[in-house]
């Protein structure tokens, strides 16, 4: 299955801002993350078509996963 | 008593009487100081139903027991007032260095009343405290008004606070700037500084800041700067990107208003986004008095550095307006401090104005000026002129988009809570966010409670944002605990790392007393219910505790929030009542009892 990732502030630097990626059908986000080489932890903000994510969530074909790193402000 | 000069400073500009009066050491701890100490003595002073440029109005400048201390982030300080724009009470905050200074020269606060023949300004050099002629910086922008005042003061660490040709002009939108860019931007309190005649407040102070408890002082803040520097957001997210790195993360939730909140994603937001603004036109990240986060930016364009624009700015020039154009938001950003505006309020009125104009009820021949059209660069930064110089239609504009709308019939169309623009958060998508701007004392704000922490930044916790459970209770907590830290004299941004118990310890070291979690909070309770009471004297009523009718009728027509709407007939009664307040919205008086504040 395609799904489009979106990358953000630092996340980009080395990668990429946006990309489709192919990923086998049973594929969690975890897995997506491995793939980018990003750590969990790293991890502030994970939206799966604008919605808080987490890891163990399966992915679905053309769903659009946001990644950001811990942010805040006002 | 630690924490306080325990003086304050009384200006009549009517009898250009000066007088230094002891502060009621009682008063302050029953309100803590800043926001809620300058509440109780406006709501104290005047009658809330006068005209907010009448000379018996008050406009207080008020630091709290931690401004200007060791503790992080203390470089606040707030201008209360009752509001031009909305009739509210005011509360206006900033940062920077000038409320450290004035409480370096011996005052926690200054009350300024009367009104002037002539344009004045106050010169404070510690205890001396002298009326001084205004005439030559009446009419000059910020930034050249700051740099004469410095050169008159002959000295460089003064600090200067001051007002645009926009307050001067009694523009509704105009704000009160500080050390040239840090902004009191929300709600008036510019023009009423203009109505008063009064430029400037320029402060110099030496004095030092003793806390009460050395060794416990020491203790707590070596544990809450621990606390900032392990946090990701305040140790990494701001210090790397500032606050205009949320645009991308409020864009891709779906909750970012797009022209005029008619949508709620904008597509092309990466080209208007914190990422590029540091790719192509950061010079510098900058901090105010005592902090360790440095969420300020410096940006430059045509060969004019000047600060931000904020997150909150960019939105409302761009995705708001429909502009994708950094450049051109980055210089109606530096209008707006120039002539000192808000830049949320300026924004979101072009944006109506935009909206009015293509649905052809503003008629091109009524404009002196570009098109108000979305998308137009060449709009926003020259409307933005124009409304800070008042010239022409920009005039109109510059009393807001209430009553712009208004006047064409049409208030419908104004996005705003009781006259005041809201900020940068769709609320279909973030129903505790939308709770609190219907609830907010001061109308259409996002800084009174930031239930955008845990609805999209998941913290302290993640909760789902389209829910209605909890979120009531939720933005209860937050509304009291925000009046305490801006009662304290410290920046919001601490909390994204420190609680309400961390604010405890820092009062207790810092200024002494035997504050509980519990009674500060009480503290905040009983400030937020006494600006309830200021508004219901002041004519501001509960039925004014509502959204626009877009946001509870129309869904969200694309983007990832699609489809909902906001959720307030449900969510009033049962925040109302977790408030302690009747059905009607009006606080019991067991609750006031409670609180003692008949």
Redesign the interface.
Known sequence: MVVEI?L???F?KGRF?TREMEFSDDSSVDALLKRLEIAQKEV??L?V????ASATDKLAPHDVV?I??????? | MAGYCVRLLRVNLSTGEINKENLDTVLAKKFVGGRGLATYLLSQEIDPGIDPFDSANRIIFATGPLTGSRAPASGRYMVVTKSPLSGTIASSNSGGFWGPELKRAGFDLIIIQGKSDKPCYLSIKNSIVEIKDAEKYWGKLVSEATDMLLEEAQDPKARVLVIGPAGEKLTLLASVMNDKYRAAGRSGVGAVMGSKNLKAIVVRGTGTLAPANLDATKEVLKEVRKKIQEN???S???P???????V??IN???IYPTRNFQQAYFETA?KVS??VLAEKYLVRNVACFGCPIA?GRHSSIDGVECEGP???TLWAYSANCGVDDLAAVIRANNWCNEYGLDTISAGATIACAMEMYEKGIIKPDEIDGPPLKFGSSEAIVEWSRKMGAAEGFGAKLALGSYRLAEEYGVPELSMSVKKLELPAYDPRGAQGQGLQYATSNRGGC??RG?L??PE????PE?L??FSLEGKAVWVKAFQDLTAVIDSLGLC??TS?ALGAHDYRDMLNAIAGGDWTTDTLLDAGERIWNLERIFNLKAGVLPEADKLPSRLLEEPIPD???KGHVHHLAELLPQYYKERGWDEQGIPSGAKLSQLDIV
């Open positions: 979106k953000f502030a630092t980009r801002k502030g903000i939206l078509n604008g919605r808080y946001s950001f790193p811990s942010l805040g402000g006002g | 990701e957001v305040t990494k997210g701001l790397t990107y500032g606050t205009s790195v949320l991308n993360v891709e939730t779906g990466d914190g990422e969420c904020e997150y909150e996002h800084v930031y955008i922490s999209v930044l998941g913290l993640q789902d944002r919001l941004f994204f983007g990832p929030s």
